[in-house]
């Protein structure tokens, strides 16, 4: 059997990867940073279940796994709200967490001859007539 103590600090150590993650993508890829803000909320949850003594934890709903926190720390009950609205934005979904813009950024600058290109219009008067 594992010690808890050492396997809920295993899944903070993950959780806290998963923030760092969603921090460091939330500018240019905002899906993915919402995504990894959902798992970091998830792995510290269940590292509080895990450090109390739980041995599997397959729950993934947040607002299940802050219920079942909430009966092992109550101080955790001003959170649940805040947490549980992560639970929106289930897996494929989650881009509506964040404004994202319609078209995706492209991930290398466009050259000044790209962008002059780009504002070019054809015109739209008729020719020849």
């Known amino acids: 059997m594992r010690d808890p103590r050492r396997?809920?600090?295993r899944w903070l150590r993950q959780a806290e990867a998963d923030?760092?993650?969603a921090r460091l993508l939330r500018e240019r890829l905002a899906a993915l940073a919402c995504f990894h803000a959902q798992q970091a909320a998830e792995k510290a949850l269940k590292a509080v279940?895990?450090?109390a003594g739980e041995r599997v934890?397959?729950?993934?709903?947040?607002?299940?796994?802050g219920e079942a926190v909430n009966q092992q720390s109550p101080g955790y009950e001003p959170l649940r709200g805040e947490v549980a609205k992560l639970d929106r934005f289930?897996?494929?979904t989650r881009t509506r967490c964040h404004?994202?813009?319609t078209r995706p950024r492209p991930s290398i600058p466009p050259t000044p001859r790209q962008r002059?290109?780009?504002?070019?219009t054809p015109s739209t008067t008729p020719t020849g007539t």
């Open 7 to 9: 396997e809920g600090l």
């Open 19 to 21: 923030l760092e993650a």
């Open 49 to 51: 279940l895990y450090a």
């Open 57 to 65: 934890v397959l729950r993934h709903s947040l607002g299940a796994l």
């Open 90 to 92: 289930p897996p494929g």
């Open 99 to 101: 404004r994202v813009p």
């Open 116 to 120: 002059s290109t780009r504002r070019r």
